[in-house]
């Protein structure tokens, strides 16, 4: 059987975008990257993909004795499939913040480490390539992950540090606004935010792996999402006026990302885990879980050779966006984008390990 893709907007997406854009700006605007210099930029780190591989493989823990933690407080929610409310829960979590310049901050969130399956159930509607299949069992050490995705004003901050590979576009994107998260950004230069980043502060900060993605998008929940048996415009920043999950009625769709914990956390008090920008993961591309993940919590660095050869080097993107139906928000959704592109749906989540 021949390998198609499953691209990170379907053609239903792209008219819809189209759509949304209107007039002078378009869809090349909305989904192309505003600097001549990216594609020339992204070529050359292409070649120098094993250092990179080095550099995602290598993370010293950061120790957890040594920060100053701050505890806040949070409400879940658990909804039917009919998007009601049916349980509301007041969690807490730890955390400590990184100083970036100019009045911004970042705030990393403690993960205990766990087990869980991985993948979705023959049942879980949405998996109509079965890239989310087999399911796998993983167990992972506590690590930390930003409590938010990646901000238009911490971006600004770090793309301002000296060059460590190619050069960032400090206003990258199409949406605009400080707390609003950084979007149209590629997979290379999501890690040279990282690199900049871990030099600056001289702690090890990665993008997340796959499998520590959706374990702490999960946060010790088995249904479709984090708040329970489906999504509504209430939860989620999402294409929420076409295609219900499950009974839920169709709600209200903003065209555009929102500010960053605008919605609800999971009981790891994380936010925007689904929708608002999809996030990139530093696994490469495989088509499904067949073969040999890692069951530890790491990155699956190695390329799938069952893809067509210019797909080898895709990567991970998880979460969703403002512009996927529900079924693309679900905890255990895999998706795609090739690390050259810059897609005003995409963005990224920063994580460091912890020493326990």
Request: net charge neutral.
């Amino acid at each position: 059987m021949n390998y198609s893709p499953n691209p990170l907007l379907n053609r239903r997406s792209l008219l819809k975008l189209a759509a949304l854009a209107g007039g002078s700006a378009g869809l090349a605007t909305l989904l192309s990257s505003r600097l001549s210099y990216s594609a020339d930029q992204n070529q050359a780190i292409a070649k120098n993909i094993e250092a990179i591989e080095e550099f995602l493989r290598q993370i010293r823990p950061v120790d957890s004795q040594n920060l100053q933690w701050t505890e806040y407080s949070f409400e879940t929610v658990t909804v039917d499939r009919r998007g009601q409310i049916i349980d509301r829960r007041q969690g807490s979590a730890r955390s400590w913040r990184e100083p970036l310049g100019n009045g911004s901050e970042l705030e990393m969130v403690a993960i205990p480490g766990g087990s869980f399956r991985r993948g979705s159930k023959n049942e879980e509607r949405g998996d109509h390539t079965s890239s989310e299949k087999p399911e796998n069992s993983l167990t992972t050490a506590a690590f930390f992950l930003s409590k938010y995705p990646i901000t238009q004003a911490q971006w600004r901050a770090i793309a301002q540090l000296p060059k460590i590979n190619l050069e960032l576009n400090p206003a990258p994107s199409f949406f605009q606004g400080d707390n609003l998260p950084v979007e149209r950004v590629s997979w290379y230069e999501a890690i040279e935010f990282c690199q900049r980043l871990s030099r600056a502060t001289g702690k090890d900060y990665r993008l997340a792996s796959e499998s520590r993605w959706e374990y702490a998008c999960r946060a010790g929940t088995t249904t479709p999402f984090y708040c329970g048996e489906t999504l509504t415009s209430e939860r989620a920043n999402y294409f929420a006026v076409y295609d219900p999950y499950a009974e839920e009625p169709a709600s209200a769709y903003l065209a555009r990302t929102t500010p960053v914990g605008s919605f609800a956390p999971n009981n790891f008090g994380l936010y925007d885990m689904h929708g608002n920008v999809g996030e990139w993961c530093a696994d490469s591309w495989h088509r499904n879980y067949e073969g040999t993940p890692p069951l530890d919590g790491s990155a699956w660095l190695d390329r799938d050779t069952r893809l067509q050869p210019r797909y080898r080097s895709a990567r991970l993107v998880r979460g969703g966006s403002w512009g996927d139906e529900a079924r693309h928000l679900r905890s255990a959704n895999r998706t795609f984008c090739l690390p050259d592109q810059h897609h005003s749906v995409l963005g990224l989540r920063v994580m460091a390990d912890s020493t326990g």
